[in-house]
């Protein structure tokens, strides 16, 4: 049970430092990550459903994620011309903006784990690779 | 940021897994970890702002545990004696029952991780200390 305690912790640990350095920016880790992915994308947008399948949450947390950034001004909603009945979120110049501010601070906090060096960083990563891969997570190649 | 991703999502799927293995227990991970606690409490009580700081949860959390918790009949409510205004969650027979059978079906399915060696569990716990301890998690030693 110590590992599995211990991921929770970590996330516990993780999760209140990540917000309180992305409340500057009127984000939460949840819509920052919403925002990254948006940024990945080809066009700038997806689907709600694929929103949610990456980042394996709830269709009603993507809903709740999507009003507020929408609120915020930093994406927008656009039906989907592939999917009539389908909607798309789409990152605007004011979510890029912020995407690329909130990353500076990110950064230069290390993501909350500057305790770690690169390798292991990179071997925590393929260590829980294991598990994601297993849930069927997508797990994007390790950069 | 992959590592920090790794967590996060690592988190959410043991979280939902080991939910629902304790749905049977009419019990939620939170829950159960409070009752685990008491369990390894001396006197099978603990103030209940001695729990939030274990569990790294907020006060209202805790609150919310217990209460569920005690109409559940798996903890009992009493003055601390050691303190008039503090209060102390107590685990009853019932409780340390439920803690027993849900702990048994847990450790049955590796508690979510048999995909995982002992040797691989250890490596993960110890690397995670590290981000726990700079937190000031409380860290027991490993078993």
Redesign the interface.
Known sequence: ???????????????S??DALLKPHDLT?ARY?AL?LLTFSKAGSLPLSKIGERL??HPTSVTNTVDRLERSGLVRRLRNPRDGRGVLAEITPAGRDVVRRATDD?MGAG???D??GEA??????E??????V??G?FV?P??
Chains 1, 2 share one sequence.
């Open positions: 049970m110590a590992a599995v305690t211990s991921i929770m912790r970590a996330h516990q640990i993780l999760l430092q990540l880790f990550e990254v394996m949450v990110l993501f909350c784990m305790m770690y292991e960083l990179e071997a925590m990563f260590q829980l690779r294991t598990l994601r297993a849930a997570d994007p390790a950069a």
